[in-house]
């Protein structure tokens, strides 16, 4: 009764809404909205949600939300119960509409003494990938990735004390975190070597010790 009862709340969100809803693998996406501007939210847009109820889901959220301005994006990270994980992505019109949405919304009472903690959301765009063969050039990193990932725009090859490596920009976080799934668990094996992948550290330059570069704070869930 209670799985009927949520569905119908989240099929009356999308009829008031017009905003699709989408089930992906370990998220939920909502939005964009129907007719929504030409223009991508950007860079700065988005914020990270945290300490959310379990059996909370976007009938509740996206009101909250929407108090903060436009919304363009909700990502709310699932388990394979049908539960929420605790935590979310919501994308905003503007870097404006997310500063304002933490300053808002965090500690915002969601349920009586249940308080949410909202954050700017690390946009980090670029991977590193260690391991690469010596003569490995930005085009041929190119032909290998495509076959794997996609939204990646610009590849740079740096040479250090670890060897060679790749430094991989993405046109989104959601992109570069995407791809980041794809290629870290397990064994990654590209060019018949097992490769390392992380995200750049931005507050490190590429150039000086390669391990400088990854970032082992990485944002949660991905």
């Keep these: 009764m209670e799985k009927k009862i949520l569905s119908r709340r ?19 996406i909502f939005g ?21 109820p379990r059996d909370c889901y976007e009938d509740e959220l996206v009101p909250v939300l929407n108090l903060a301005g436009p919304l363009y994006m909700l990502r709310l990270k699932m ?26 919304l965090n500690k915002f009472a969601i349920r009586p003494g249940v308080h949410l903690g909202v954050t700017l959301s690390v946009d980090n765009r670029e991977l590193v990938i ?7 050039t930005p085009l041929g990193v190119a032909r290998v990735l495509e076959s ?29 975190a995407k791809a980041r799934r794809v290629l870290v668990p397990g064994c990654t094996h590209l060019w018949n070597n097992r490769v390392a992948v992380d995200w750049v550290d931005p507050r490190n330059t590429p150039l000086s010790s390669g391990r400088s570069l990854l970032n082992n704070r990485s944002t949660p869930g991905f």
Excluded: M
């Design 148 to 176: 794997h990932v996609s939204g990646f725009q610009n590849i740079t090859i740096h040479r250090n004390t670890v060897g060679i490596l790749a430094i991989v920009e993405f046109d989104t976080h959601f992109a570069a």
């Design 130 to 136: 260690y391991g690469l063969p010596y003569d490995s």
């Design 79 to 104: 388990d394979f119960s049908g539960h929420n994980r605790g935590f979310a992505f919501a994308l905003y019109e503007s870097p404006e509409v997310a500063t304002s949405a933490v300053a808002l």
């Design 32 to 52: 964009p909205p129907p007719n929504w501007r030409s223009f991508t939210p950007t860079r700065g847009s988005e914020v990270f949600i945290g300490k959310i």
């Design 10 to 28: 989240l099929e009356d969100l999308q009829e008031a809404t017009g905003c699709p809803l989408t089930q992906t693998n370990g998220e939920r």
